[in-house]
């Protein structure tokens, strides 16, 4: 597993944030590779599993806590 950067994912988070109201694996994974994104971005991305977050910072904080992002 490879930190991303949360910059490289924050774009997808925001987005289906906006769209939904709250972030789901399933749609922000979705976006990311409909986007072509790297497979380190999808694997951080699918350490969301099945939560459900209800803002973009408490997904970074997750993903940060969990050595995901930096």
Do not use: C, H
């Not at 749609?27 to 694997?43: H, I, K, P, R």
């Not at 910072?57 to 806590?65: D, E, F, M, P």
């Amino acid at each position: 597993m490879v930190a991303v950067k949360w910059d490289l994912i924050s774009g997808y988070v925001e987005q289906v944030f906006k769209t939904n109201g709250n972030i789901t694996r399933a749609e922000v994974f979705a976006l990311a590779e409909m986007n072509n994104a790297s497979d380190d971005v999808l694997d951080a991305l699918d350490a969301i599993g099945s939560r459900v977050f209800t803002s973009p910072s408490t997904v970074q904080s997750y993903l940060t806590a969990q050595g995901y992002v930096v």
